[in-house]
T-cell receptor
Framework: ETGVTQTPRHLVMGMTNKKSLKCEQHLGHNAMYWYKQSAKKPLELMFVYNFKEQTENNSVPSRFSPECPNSSHLFLHLHTLQPEDSALYLC???????????????FGPGTRLLVL | DQQVKQNSPSLSVQEGRISILNCDYTNSMFDYFLWYKKYPAEGPTFLISISSIKDKNEDGRFTVFLNKSAKHLSLHIVPSQPGDSAVYFCAASGSGSSNTGKLIFGQGTTLQVKP
């Protein structure tokens, strides 16, 4: 138990569906992250939020829309996804996103997404 | 262009022996390195880290070594236990405007510890 929870754990959706992934952290952190892990690839950073403000969008297609209403909650809204978007989506949090020495990120269990 | 590489996709060792997992990086601006462990159906769990001002950090059975001149780090697990069987990810981050807050991950190495 890392203090970062994600729901749902598994999701199957059609290409025309709209769904949302939820992440919540109970660590008092100020930064939250979305990562994507596809089969046999390294984890890819998607978005970074620091104190509710988006500080990084790693060239993510607009069919992925993040939302961070407060420092404890992070959402990823999904619409008109493609089958190649099927992957494990991981949320993480850290004290802040200023980077550098000592900045450890703590991960949730992930949402396994399948797009049909 | 992969900035963090784990060239061995898998490693198998006998219980009680040493496991050595390797990681290479290319960006000299990286100054903080982490190892994560991941079991199936779970997110990565932070294991151990090292900053660039050190060349060794030890935590129980886990030791991370950093060779800055070679841009290489390694994770030593001794003695290895069957419960250590998992995927191990190396990650790096750096100060500086281009890297702030980003963790760059390697592809992972699957460790199997045989009883």
């Amino acid at each position: 138990e890392t203090g970062v929870t994600q729901t749902p754990r598994h999701l199957v959706m059609g290409m025309t569906n709209k769904k949302s992934l939820k992440c919540e952290q109970h660590l008092g952190h100020n930064a939250m992250y979305w990562y994507k892990q596809s089969a046999k690839k390294p984890l890819e950073l998607m978005f970074v939020y620091n104190f509710k403000e988006q500080t990084e969008n790693n060239s993510v297609p607009s069919r992925f829309s993040p939302e961070c209403p407060n420092s404890s909650h992070l959402f990823l809204h999904l619409h008109t996804l493609q089958p190649e978007d099927s992957a494990l989506y991981l949320c993480a949090s850290s004290q802040d996103s200023q980077g550098g020495i000592g900045e450890t990120q703590y991960f949730g269990p992930g949402t396994r997404l399948l797009v049909l | 262009d992969q900035q963090v590489k784990q060239n061995s996709p898998s490693l198998s060792v006998q219980e009680g022996r040493i496991s050595i997992l390797n990681c290479d990086y290319t960006n000299s601006m990286f100054d903080y390195f982490l190892w994560y462990k991941k079991y199936p159906a779970e997110g990565p769990t932070f294991l151990i880290s090292i900053s660039s001002i050190k060349d060794k950090n030890e935590d129980g059975r886990f030791t991370v070594f950093l060779n800055k001149s070679a841009k290489h780090l390694s994770l030593h697990i001794v003695p290895s236990q069957p419960g250590d069987s998992a995927v191990y990810f190396c990650a790096a981050s750096g100060s500086g405007s281009s890297n702030t807050g980003k963790l760059i991950f390697g592809q992972g190495t699957t460790l199997q510890v045989k009883p």
